[in-house]
């Protein structure tokens, strides 16, 4: 029986339930079976909505490559060695311009954390590439007639001393290969004991025994005392050559004719003036508007750095290309920095003096090609160009005393290049320059080594090598004047005379052929 009351409400109901306690009883279990199942079903609502996305969301919602998939290895390949490659912080994967254009190349592809790039990418490119090299160095090294390797100390900005290890070695295929194979930390003392241990285990990383090589080991170093000392003081192969960077030995001789000279006072004005230009902005805007008054370049000035390379050419050259500049603003508003007349022509002499410096040591620095044939020829091309300077200069002072000095310093400092056998050789067999800056008895005594040489390594030949005219085409290469092989062209133009270039290759293809018939 269902009852009803007047009032629409159950309160005075359950109030009289009370009274009958069976009743009432019953009303209880009622209601909390009644709340038991209410609340199943809110559950049970508020699952299939959490499980169910909306529409938009589901749009949204995209699936990610997995890692293993050859796509996202390959990306990943790619990213680890654009970080190797180009020395880029792991903290590149957390630029937005670096997520962005990953997103837009490939919007599938999750990036990786930086910790995992730290801890386990990376480490694993750099042992799957050493491993592979290892094994390309100890293939070839079974062909190999020689190997030669360059090492340097050299101190961080936090002042911590590392060295660094390359190795270079031509193949049967006589292609030229670099490789860097090391830059450890190197503290305690850079004595030559420590050096040469040190360089000893570099290398037999590589399963390369420097005292056990039988093929002959060139090492090339600058001219530290240390580096000799462990080189010469240390060694007990008779195969291991040491031969000095002839780079850095033209900056040296730079420094001899410098110190010489005394050029510090000038160098030390214009160090000022660069100084001046370079850390005043309100300076550096009104040369610009002088460059352009004037039709000048709008170069900045280059400061001098004792460290850097041909840095005072540099120096000198970019302030003669700016002087006009220079002067009237200075005459304008600094009058304690002024370039006299005399200093400016001093500078002159200096920029002439030292320009072919600086294209010799920029061919002394190429990778791509051998540069040890090149060091005879450019120091022979230098001394003539600054004798020549010093004939043209004889009845002026500007800079004659500092070529005087720089062609003494290279003079001593090259002359044990001029007599070893292996630079003699070297340039004699470069197609290039043969024995054309040598001179007689110079090119009697390659000869004599040449034969030597040839007869060491008993070389046999049963194809007879034939010469037509057709397989010889005269080849003319212009050389621009005032230049470092301006000198070469005339002496070889001097040599050749009215015989030509065509029938000196000629006479020397015959001579080859008759001296491979006599082996």
């Known amino acids: 029986k269902v009852l009803k009351s007047p009032s629409s409400t159950t309160t005075t109901l359950v109030r009289h339930l009370k009274i009958h306690t069976k009743k009432y009883s019953e009303y209880q279990a009622c209601n909390e079976k009644k709340k038991l199942k209410k609340e199943a079903l809110k559950r049970k609502i508020e699952d299939t909505t959490q499980k169910q996305n909306k529409i938009q969301d589901s749009f949204n919602s995209k699936s990610y490559l997995s890692q293993n998939s050859a796509r996202a290895k390959l990306i990943t390949q790619n990213i680890n060695e654009m970080i190797a490659l180009d020395y880029q912080p ?6 937005r311009g670096f997520k962005n254009l990953m997103y837009t190349l490939e919007s599938k592809y999750k990036l990786l954390t930086r910790q995992y790039l730290a801890s386990t990418a990376i480490p694993q490119l750099y042992s799957k590439k ?48 670099n490789k860097t194979l090391g830059c450890s930390y190197f503290p305690g ?7 040469f241990l040190k360089i000893k285990f570099m290398v037999s990383e590589w399963n390369i025994d420097i005292l056990s090589l039988n093929i002959p080991i060139y090492m ?18 008779h195969n291991l050559y040491h031969y ?7 900056q040296l001789a730079i420094q001899d004719a410098l110190k010489e000279n005394n050029m510090g006072s000038l160098l030390k004005k214009c160090r000022s003036i660069v100084t001046h230009y370079n850390h005043s902005n309100k300076s550096w805007e009104r040369l610009q508007q002088i460059q352009v008054q004037l039709n000048l370049p709008n170069h900045k000035l280059i400061q001098m750095v004792e460290t850097y390379w041909n840095s005072v050419f540099l120096m000198l050259e970019r302030i003669i290309e700016q002087k006009e500049a220079i002067v009237l603003d200075l005459q304008n508003w600094v009058k304690d920095i002024d370039i006299t007349v005399g200093e400016r022509k001093l500078i002159n002499g200096y920029v002439e003096i030292l320009k072919p410096v600086l294209e010799a040591t920029k061919e002394f620095s190429q990778e791509d090609i051998p540069t040890f044939s090149m060091v005879n020829p450019i120091i022979y091309t230098i001394e003539t160009k600054l004798n020549n300077f010093i004939v043209k200069n004889s009845n002026t002072a500007a800079g004659l005393g500092f070529a005087r000095s720089l062609k003494k310093s290279i003079s001593n400092r090259f002359q044990a290049c ?19 800056l040598m001179e007689s008895y110079e090119v009697e005594n390659v000869k004599r080594l040449l034969t030597t040489e040839v ?8 194809t007879e090598l034939e010469t037509t005219e057709q397989n010889i085409q005269p080849i003319t290469v212009p050389v621009p004047t005032n230049t470092l092989w301006d000198i070469l062209q005339e002496r070889s133009i001097s040599i050749t ?5 065509t029938s000196c290759v000629k006479n020397e293809v015959r001579s080859l052929t008759s001296c491979l018939s006599i082996y």
């Open 90 to 95: 792991y903290s590149i994967f957390e630029d």
């Open 130 to 177: 050493l491993s592979l090299l290892k094994e390309e160095i100890n293939t070839e090294l079974n062909s190999m007639q020689s190997i030669s390797f360059t090492f340097d100390i050299w101190t961080n900005g936090a002042q911590q001393p590392y060295i660094s290890l390359t190795t270079h070695y031509l193949t049967k295929q006589f292609e030229l290969h």
């Open 189 to 195: 003392e850079c004595d030559g004991k420590s050096i």
């Open 220 to 237: 090339v170093t600058d001219n530290a005392r240390n580096i000799s000392c462990a080189l010469n003081n240390y060694n007990s192969n």
């Open 244 to 250: 000095f960077c002839a780079a850095h030995t033209l």
């Open 418 to 436: 001029k007599n070893d056998p292996a630079y003699l050789l070297a340039t004699a067999i470069d197609p290039r320059f043969k024995t054309i």
């Open 455 to 462: 007869e060491s390594l008993k070389l046999t030949s049963d």
């Open 497 to 501: 005379g009215n015989e030509g270039l």
